[in-house]
């Protein structure tokens, strides 16, 4: 699928996984419109994208940005990046159980919020012309391989994972309908800033956990297989690991 003129929608794009792949999509001459709540207004402008301030829980903000996107072209990508993953037992050492509200958060955010914007912006994109084939567009969403192999402290990031991955490819199916593809990245470890508070040695040894290469993932690499589902018109349906080969362990 031909993207370039076209506009996308990119969650959590002011840092990270969503930074680079605006930086990727920005090369290719498509219009970014970056969502996040953190200030993405300098990575959009390196693109000559637009900033928006939304919560992707929020319907309203959403809307408001997917309006924006819109103004810039037809609207025919969206990148789900935005997520949180602060861990917790499901039962504390000292005996507290987890907190019901840090579960749900998460669930809403990583989940929910997910699902948000990609209702949203499926009628923008049923009004962008067909190209080739009759497609429309195409979504891609970020799971984590937690959602395969949650480790002790993921039950709540877990199953907001395991959720992105259960619904790929019921919307997929619901979406055929407009022409729009959906697949989900399930990234390993990767180098972003959820890790970058850790001690250089709690990152190599991170690293070591991976089969091959032993290294964390690069948010560049992410952002090319973005690119490889958003334009590659048979990949539909689909939920592919991007993780060097690493099972998780427990902890």
Same mark, same amino acid.
């Given at each position: 699928?031909?993207?370039?003129?076209?506009?996308?929608?990119?969650?959590?794009?002011?840092?990270?996984?969503?930074?680079?792949?605006?930086?990727?999509?920005?090369?290719?001459?498509?219009?970014?419109?970056?969502?996040?709540?953190?200030?993405?207004?300098?990575?959009?402008?390196?693109?000559?994208?637009?900033?928006?301030?939304?919560?992707?829980?929020?319907?309203?903000? =959403? /809307?408001?940005?997917?309006? *924006? #996107?819109?103004? $810039?072209?037809?609207?025919?990508?969206? %990148? @789900?990046?935005?997520?949180? +993953?602060?861990?917790?037992?499901?039962?504390?050492?000292?005996?507290?159980?987890?907190?019901?509200?840090?579960?749900?958060?998460?669930?809403?955010?990583?989940?929910?919020?997910?699902?948000?914007?990609?209702?949203?912006?499926?009628?923008?994109?049923?009004?962008?012309?067909?190209?080739?084939?009759?497609?429309?567009?195409?979504?891609?969403?970020?799971?984590?391989?937690?959602?395969?192999?949650?480790?002790?402290?993921?039950?709540?990031?877990?199953?907001?994972?395991?959720?992105? =991955? /259960?619904?790929?490819?019921? *919307? #997929?199916?619901? $979406?055929?309908?407009?022409?729009?593809? %959906? @697949?989900?990245?399930?990234? +390993?470890?990767?180098?972003?800033?959820?890790?970058?508070?850790?001690?250089?040695?709690?990152?190599?040894?991170?690293?070591?956990?991976?089969?091959?290469?032993?290294?964390?993932?690069?948010?560049?690499?992410?952002?090319?297989?973005?690119?490889?589902?958003?334009?590659?018109?048979?990949?539909?349906?689909?939920?592919?690991?991007?993780?060097?080969?690493?099972?998780?362990?427990?902890?």
């Amino acid at each position: 699928m031909r993207l370039a003129g076209s506009s996308a929608l990119v969650t959590g794009g002011a840092s990270g996984l969503g930074a680079a792949t605006v930086r990727k999509l920005g090369t290719e001459g498509v219009r970014v419109v970056v969502v996040d709540v953190a200030d993405g207004s300098e990575v959009a402008r390196e693109v000559g994208g637009v900033y928006v301030r939304a919560d992707v829980t929020d319907p309203d903000q =959403v /809307a408001e940005a997917v309006a *924006v #996107a819109e103004q $810039l072209g037809p609207v025919r990508a969206l %990148v @789900n990046c935005a997520g949180i +993953g602060p861990p917790a037992r499901t039962l504390a050492r000292d005996g507290t159980p987890h907190d019901l509200g840090h579960f749900e958060s998460v669930i809403r955010v990583n989940l929910v919020g997910t699902f948000n914007c990609i209702r949203l912006v499926a009628p923008a994109m049923s009004r962008s012309e067909p190209l080739e084939d009759g497609e429309r567009g195409a979504i891609v969403n970020t799971a984590s391989v937690a959602a395969f192999e949650g480790q002790i402290g993921q039950a709540a990031y877990s199953a907001s994972k395991g959720g992105v =991955v /259960a619904m790929t490819l019921p *919307v #997929a199916r619901d $979406l055929a309908a407009i022409g729009v593809r %959906v @697949n989900t990245i399930a990234p +390993g470890i990767m180098d972003t800033p959820m890790l970058a508070g850790l001690p250089e040695e709690a990152r190599a040894s991170l690293g070591q956990q991976v089969l091959f290469p032993r290294r964390l993932g690069r948010p560049d690499e992410y952002a090319e297989l973005a690119w490889f589902l958003l334009t590659h018109s048979y990949m539909n349906g689909e939920t592919v690991r991007m993780d060097g080969g690493i099972r998780m362990q427990p902890r």
